[in-house]
């Protein structure tokens, strides 16, 4: 599904914030991606999700080469990827329902069959009772997972995160989690960037450590 190859990547000629990266993440699996604040963890994300180009080497998704995507290409790739981000940004002037569905309103999907992903969404992640609400009236776990929801409503093939959990307790990080594995479980390949290097061991997952822009561990399930 993902495959890096030789991959470094700097900013303003100087910065080096990845080196020779070289890994492949097989479809359908999951795995985390570890290391310090600046290890390169979310610079790794944004080139997958081709916000960013490397400096050097390849980086194939799905069988593509991403650099040589046409720039009218790149709006439907991204599509295909799913993204959750640790401060949501969710709309607070959109119902939940609205934030969800617009991904699908951007696409031009049809009213009717638009509505009948979001609820679906809604309801993979236990807030179709909450449709209605605005963002401002839900716990900051709730809003975590209505993001979750925005980002799987186009039935993703990949589910990008970046520190989904980083401003959760032990308990919601714990449960939000378990949401991701449900994806996973049915066949969407999922790459989680965490800091809760206790949580994740505990999910028994493969893990990519990262230090100072470099690969230095790779373990755990295949």
């Known amino acids: 599904m993902i495959a890096f190859e030789h991959v470094g990547k700097r900013y303003g000629g100087r910065f080096e914030a990845l080196a020779h990266l070289s890994f492949r993440v097989a479809r359908g699996e999951m795995v985390f991606l570890t290391g310090h604040s600046g290890a390169g963890k979310s610079s790794l994300l944004r ?10 080497g390849r980086i194939v998704v799905a069988g593509h080469d991403i650099a040589t995507l046409h720039s009218s290409q790149v709006p439907f790739y991204r599509r295909q990827i799913g993204v959750v981000f640790q401060d949501h940004q969710l709309l ?12 699908l309103e951007i696409q031009g999907m049809e009213p009717r069959e638009s509505a009948r992903r979001v609820r679906a969404a809604l309801d993979k992640v236990g807030l179709l009772h909450r449709e209605k609400a605005l963002p401002i009236e839900l716990s900051g776990g709730e809003q975590q997972r209505v993001g979750i929801a925005r980002a799987v409503v186009n039935k993703p093939a990949l589910l990008l995160a970046d520190e989904p959990t980083g401003n959760l307790d032990p308990q919601l990080s714990a449960d939000i989690m378990a949401l991701f594995e449900d994806f996973n479980r049915i066949g969407t390949t999922v ?3 965490s800091h809760d290097l206790a949580l994740i ?4 997952h493969r893990i990519l450590r990262l230090r100072d822009g470099r690969l230095v561990g790779d373990e755990g399930a295949r």
């Open 191 to 193: 790459m989680i960037a």
């Open 201 to 204: 061991a505990r999910l028994r």
């Open 92 to 103: 607070f002037d959109r119902s939940i329902f609205h934030n969800i569905a617009l991904p």
């Open 47 to 56: 080139l997958v999700m081709r916000l960013e180009r490397p400096t050097r």
